[in-house]
């Protein structure tokens, strides 16, 4: 286990669904990351919070929405998705989000995976 | 165009055989990991060198770095079954804001037969 948990592990929705993924971390780290991966792609950073400030929103679509009400707590919600928003979706944390240079390891969840039909 | 790409993309070897991945990458950075994912599963890491460093090892692994040649390579030395999974490079860099960006590369996925 890394310290980094996430519900659900599994979720099909329609197109019309309004769902939310959960990411929780239990090692004590400021920041926090969503990554989306799909099939022959490389993971593809959507969101990076530190301190519970949005730092990073890499073009992604509004239809996902991203939450962090706490340094440990981390939502993705979703709305109106399409199909090929379907994908393994990952939540890390690292203890900051690398501002003073220094190694930034990421520790990840074990992910959701998401279907849209 | 990605900032770490893997080769081979997949890899299949015997148990007790060396396996060996490599990343390029395209601009400076400050360090480089390597993590590995089992199938569905998050990545779990596995080693960080710094840009400074030429070889790091821990326990059976093995990564070099060469910042001329914007690469490096992992080397498992007696694989086992259980070294089944999908490995990543990731590279870190400055990114806008004094954020530091890290990008992670398409992935080697390594198959060991018993």
């Known amino acids: 286990e890394t310290g980094v948990t996430q519900t659900p592990r599994h979720l099909v929705m329609g197109m019309t669904n309004k769902k939310s993924l959960k990411c929780e971390q239990h090692l004590g780290h400021n920041a926090m990351y969503w990554y989306k991966q799909s099939a022959k792609k490389p993971l593809e950073l959507m969101f990076v919070?530190?301190?519970?400030?949005?730092?990073e929103n890499n073009s992604v679509p509004s239809r996902f929405s991203p939450e962090c009400p706490n340094s440990s707590h981390l939502f993705l919600h979703l709305h109106t998705l399409q199909p090929e928003d379907s994908a393994l979706y990952l939540c890390a944390s690292s203890q900051d989000s690398g501002l003073a240079g220094g190694p930034h390891t990421q520790y990840f969840g074990p992910g959701t995976r998401l279907t849209v039909l | 165009s990605q900032q770490g790409e893997e080769d081979p993309q997949a890899l299949s070897i015997q148990e007790g055989e060396n396996a060996t991945m490599n990343c390029s990458y395209k601009?400076?950075?400050?360090?480089l990991q390597w993590y590995r994912q089992n199938s569905g599963r998050g990545l779990v890491h596995l080693i960080l060198?710094?840009?400074?460093?030429r070889e790091k090892h821990s326990g059976r692994l093995r990564v070099t770095l060469d910042t001329s040649k914007k690469s490096s390579s992992l080397l498992i030395t007696a694989s086992r079954a259980a070294d089944t999974a999908s490995y990543f490079c990731a590279t870190d860099a400055e990114g806008s804001g004094g954020y530091q960006k890290v990008t992670f590369g398409t992935g080697t996925k390594l198959q060991v037969i018993p």
């Open positions: 060198i710094r840009s400074n460093e």
């Open positions: 919070y530190s301190l519970e400030e949005r730092v």
């Open positions: 601009t400076s950075i400050n360090n």
